[in-house]
């Protein structure tokens, strides 16, 4: 209960702070912010496994689609991957590890991208996959994974202090 | 050592996958169909998340014009003086265009032209949230039915077209900008009259500027020609400005021409717009 509740104040600030605060933060004319939903869902899968990272991106993925107009259910969808596929590599969690979390977010990031460049942009007659990636892809993962050292040390700190791990051998996480 | 608790459900995880899917396919094919359906969640979810996110964007601007306002005196002394000096030639010519229009009304008197210029109502509103992920180019406003709000009004900031309100709530309102990517507006230019279509574009934004197309390849267009809304449009009101035409060139097809666009609106540093509470259906049934 106690998880689910800091994981729902989790999402709420990501995408509260997403949509408000951090549109100073961007630069140029693309808007690229860091994505901190991206991040608490790589946090979440690392840390907890496929299934629990699964639930924590689809639901971040409504709150965003709700929040931001659009047709309900895609974000949902795409960040639901990302927990999915971020909960391959549960298995290799050691606490205070950045290197290998850092990697999952820029290459989620990237799918993450790629996957709205596919669904949102390819359907309507956008082929200039090259200038995607160079000005929106590229620029988006550097950016998320500047902010995603701090943002992680928290989020892994709040794992471990606030929602007390069900297991207390770290190296056999639920996969 | 403790036993690892065991959950309560055990499900493979790939099933769940696919089950969680299913689920998000059907959200999305619900939402595209019968878009009223959610309409109450939405709405509930959103006046939830608005105050927030008002809270936020005051203080995120309270903070960001402080640092503003330290870095800009200097700038801001340079510029006072590039306007007074601007003032002056403007007043020149404010005097030459007022013998002008003096002109104009003459002549006008003479043919009995009917003014065709009408004045819109606007009321003004604050942007609290954007829809940051460069996908959209949405934002919210922090007006709403509740203020006479309704979806399909024209969105304006200082003399340019800035959107249209697709979404209104009871205290909000979320309005897609005409930089969107997936936002058609059909234009007009001025000299020439030819109609066009401006679109969003994600990949020229980088550069400031949005898509103008179908353009007649017979069309004299130059430059600079400014463009506005065009009559034809169903839901834009006419002769609002949207922007300068630059880079015209012939479309492969051989027989349109397409150019960019740039708007007169600075959408990197917009905080309020006017919302125009006219609809355009109405002013076409009168």
């Known amino acids: ?175 | 050592m403790k036993e690892r608790q065991k959950p309560k459900y055990d499900m493979e995880p790939r099933y769940v996958l696919l089950i969680m899917t299913m689920i998000c396919i059907f959200l999305i094919f619900f939402s595209y169909k019968f878009s009223n359906i959610f309409d109450v969640a939405r709405t509930r979810m959103n006046s939830f998340l608005v105050p927030l996110q008002k809270g936020i964007t005051t203080l995120g601007t309270g903070i960001n014009n402080a640092v503003d306002n330290f870095e800009q005196v200097e700038a801001l002394q340079k510029e006072i003086a590039e306007l007074k000096a601007e003032n002056d030639r403007i007043t020149r010519e404010k005097e030459n265009i007022e013998q002008s229009l003096y002109d104009l009304e003459r002549y006008k008197q003479l043919l009995s032209l009917a003014d065709s210029y009408k004045n819109y109502t606007t009321v003004g509103a604050n942007i609290i949230a954007k829809d940051s992920s460069g996908y959209y180019a949405r934002f919210t406003l922090d007006k709403g039915y509740k203020d006479g709000i309704q979806v399909d009004m024209n969105v304006l900031a200082g003399a340019g077209l800035v959107g249209i309100i697709t979404e209104v709530g009871p205290n909000y309102s979320i309005v897609r900008s005409i930089i969107d990517d997936n936002n058609y507006v059909s234009a007009i230019v001025t000299k020439t009259d030819d109609n066009c279509i401006v679109c969003g574009n994600l990949e020229l934004l980088s550069m400031g500027y949005i898509e103008i197309r179908d353009l007649s390849i017979n069309t004299e267009v130059r430059n600079n020609y400014k463009v506005y809304t065009s009559p034809l449009s169903d839901k834009y009101l006419p002769d609002i400005l949207i922007g300068y035409i630059s880079n015209i060139q012939n479309e492969n097809d051989g027989l349109t021409k397409t150019g960019y666009l740039t708007p007169v609106v600075d959408f990197e540093h917009l905080n309020t717009v006017l919302i125009i509470t006219d609809l355009k259906k109405n002013l076409t049934e009168e």
Request: with cysteine.
């Open chain 1, 1 to 175: 209960m106690v998880v689910v509740l800091v994981y729902a104040v989790e999402i709420l600030i990501a995408v509260l702070l997403k949509t408000t605060l951090f549109t100073h933060l961007a630069f140029g004319y693309y808007n690229i912010v860091p994505d901190l939903i991206v991040m608490i869902v790589v946090a979440a899968a690392y840390q907890r496994g496929k299934t629990k990272g699964m639930f924590v991106g689809f639901f971040a993925g409504l709150v965003l689609d709700i929040a931001s107009g659009g047709y309900l259910g895609v974000f949902a969808l795409f960040y639901m991957f990302l927990g999915y596929l971020n909960g391959f590599l549960a298995k290799y969690y050691v606490q205070n590890d950045i290197l290998l979390p850092l990697m999952m977010s820029a290459a989620s990031e990237f799918l993450f991208a790629f996957m709205c460049y596919v669904f949102l942009f390819l359907t309507h007659g956008r082929t200039h996959l090259g200038a995607y990636i160079l000005y929106q892809m590229i620029p988006l993962a550097i950016y998320t994974c500047i902010v995603f050292i701090p943002v992680y040390r928290i989020l892994d700190l709040i794992y471990w202090k606030v929602t007390k791990p069900l297991y207390t051998d770290y190296s056999k996480v639920e996969t």
